[in-house]
Nanobody, 130 residues
Framework: QVQLVESGGGLVQAGGSLRLSCAASGRTFSSYAMGWFRQAPGKEREFVAGFSGSGANTYYADSVKGRFTISRDNAKNTVYLHMNSVTPEDTAVYYC???????????????????????WGQGTQVTVSS
């Protein structure tokens, strides 16, 4: 069993910054591919960013590219989402997810598919005011 706990959400003004954290349990965290997704009211869950288990590759949705950065600290079993230049369109519940089975090791184009991840956190709310 792997537990993921997000934190760092809150209210931020447009143009501001926020850092989300996702703390994970699990002895082999460093091998997990990790992802951040978000879901706004009335919308489907969408991919935001991903980090390969090898640590060599990162992936971003076009809507956040150049503004958001995903990083990980394997010593702390934590993955981060650094959010800069936020807009009201970034308002959503943000979820982190883990692929512990290695499915994403064989499909770099699959990071945006939520079904490739087998563990999810409970989510943290981010609200951007205009």
């Amino acid at each position: 069993q792997v537990q993921l706990v997000e934190s760092g959400g809150g209210l931020v003004q447009a143009g501001g910054s926020l850092r989300l954290s996702c703390a994970a349990s699990g002895r082999t965290f460093s091998s997990y591919a990790m992802g951040w997704f978000r879901q706004a009211p009335g919308k489907e869950r969408e991919f935001v960013a991903g980090f390969s288990g090898s640590g060599a590759n990162t992936y971003y949705a076009d809507s956040v590219k150049g503004r958001f950065t995903i990083s990980r600290d394997n010593a702390k079993n934590t993955v981060y989402l650094h959010m800069n230049s936020v807009t009201p369109e970034d308002t959503a519940v943000y979820y982190c997810a883990a692929d512990t089975k290695g499915a994403l090791s064989y499909c770099s184009s699959c990071y945006a598919n939520p079904y490739e991840y087998d563990y999810w956190g409970q989510g943290t709310q981010v609200t951007v005011s205009s």
